[in-house]
């Protein structure tokens, strides 16, 4: 069992900056990845971006160029620095712990309990 606790949503202004972050706790599988997915009211759940335990990242084309993603392994902590922030970027961002046996199967997804990101002047 993973558990993910999510901070740094907020109130910002349109072109202002956040970082979110999210740390993982509990049993730790070797092959993961780590990242955001976002939902407005009345869309579906979306990626933000993702890293895996291996490196490879993948970013939605909506917030390439404006949103980082890093890992800190040490710490098992996820972050997501959101500059440039749009009102179309309002949404709760959940955190994911997406876990891997180590055959490369998929084992289980383990969602946090979401942060609220709102972009308003």
């Known amino acids: 069992q993973v558990q993910l606790a999510e901070s740094g949503g907020g109130l910002v202004q349109p072109g202002g900056s956040l970082r979110l972050s999210c740390k993982a706790s509990g049993s730790m599988f070797r092959l993961n990845a780590m990242g955001w997915h976002r939902q407005a009211p009345g869309k579906q759940r979306e990626l933000v971006a993702t890293m895996s335990s291996g490196g490879y990242t993948n970013t939605a084309a909506s917030v390439k160029g404006r949103f980082t993603i890093s890992r800190d392994n040490a710490e098992n902590t996820v972050y997501l620095q959101m500059n440039s922030l749009k009102p179309e970027d309002t949404a709760v961002y959940y955190c994911?712990?997406?876990?891997?046996?180590?055959?490369?199967?998929?084992?289980?997804?383990?969602w946090g309990q979401g942060t609220q990101v709102t972009v308003s002047s």
């Open positions: 994911l712990y997406r876990a891997y046996y180590n055959s490369g199967v998929l084992a289980n997804d383990y």
